[in-house]
């Protein structure tokens, strides 16, 4: 059974999180030859503040005086 983990920054809507899961669990299908109620998929949304690049956060946390 595939497990597919998707990590990435949060803000996608649920049609973009349901196209997703359907072009992954398609792929899976038809190359790994696996049933498509074999393929699971977890999306974790990472907010800007938790991800960084490049020795920068995405969107660091505001600062407060």
Avoid: C, H, N, Y
Avoid at 44 to 52: H, N
């Amino acid at each position: 059974m595939p497990v597919v983990t998707v990590d990435w920054l949060a803000g996608r809507t649920p049609q973009q999180k349901s196209d997703l899961v359907k072009a992954i669990t398609q792929a899976f299908v038809s190359i790994a030859k696996v049933s498509d109620d074999q393929v699971w998929i977890v999306f974790r949304d990472v907010p800007r503040t938790d991800w960084a690049m490049g020795g920068k956060l995405l969107s660091p946390p505001s600062e407060k005086s």
